[in-house]
């Protein structure tokens, strides 16, 4: 079975600059989750999707972040314009519906603003 | 908000010791699962636990669920060098309708 698969990997950009991920969930999961982890911590839920539905963005810095999951299946998130301190380690991660916790996790996209 | 509370925040220990990690919370969770990340991957889930008092083993890890539901431990027998990693404890204080808090990690590192 295929993990949770995100791309680029690494991504620099200069400030005021737009910026987009990529995350495609396991097969079969309904729950798409997006967290954004700073060096030196845990990971810290941005968004959280049900199929296609999000039904948790309350920590999503909606006046430069935005995220869709069209189709349910995959998904992207967008920072438009970054700031220097949108630098972090950008994760996915998928689980079966919303009600089973076990969360799997891609490898990430590590973002640096410049 | 929720805050998990993780300890030690690092610790180095030498190949063949046992490792024992806590996290401890001031609410009350449902759910509690142990990743650990190393550098440049995500998270990976070692452990999950859904029950107060429960004690569940993957391998050399071991991991209980505390009684009082508002704690928990991941204990790491007989460390080899490739146990090296940030473990991270998880929790969920209402089963899919809140989202998982994440502790601050514990870094571990084993000499050989």
């Known amino acids: 079975e295929a993990g949770v698969v995100q791309s680029p990997r690494y991504k620099i950009i200069e400030k005021k600059q737009p910026v987009a991920f990529w995350c495609n969930p396991i097969s079969g999961h309904n729950t798409l989750y997006w967290y954004r982890q700073n060096l030196g911590q845990g990971p810290e839920l941005l968004i959280r999707y049900e199929n296609e539905e999000a039904v948790d963005d309350s920590q999503l810095p909606k006046d430069r972040f935005s995220a869709e999951r069209l189709k349910g299946v995959d998904s992207t998130l967008k920072i438009q314009p970054a700031e220097l301190g949108d630098s972090a380690v950008y994760l996915c991660?998928?689980?079966?519906?919303?009600?089973?916790?076990?969360?799997?996790f891609g490898q990430g996209t590590r973002l640096t603003v410049v | 908000g929720q805050q998990l509370n993780q300890s030690p925040q690092s610790m180095f220990i030498q190949e063949g010791e046992d490792v024992s990690m806590n996290c401890t919370s001031s609410?009350?969770?449902?759910?509690w699962l142990w990743y650990k990340q190393e550098p440049g991957e995500g998270p990976v889930l070692l452990i999950a636990l859904y029950k107060a008092g429960e004690l569940t083993s993957n391998g050399r890890l071991t991991a209980q669920f505390g009684i009082t539901r508002k704690d928990s431990f991941l204990n790491i027998s007989a460390s080899i060098p490739s146990d090296v990693g940030i473990y991270f404890c998880?929790?969920?204080?209402?089963?899919?309708?809140?989202?998982?808090?994440f502790g601050k990690g514990t870094r571990l590192s084993v000499i050989a």
């Open positions: 991660a998928s689980s079966r519906t919303g009600g089973v916790t076990e969360a799997f």
């Open positions: 998880a929790g969920q204080s209402n089963s899919g309708n809140t989202p998982l808090v």
């Open positions: 609410s009350i969770f449902n759910t």
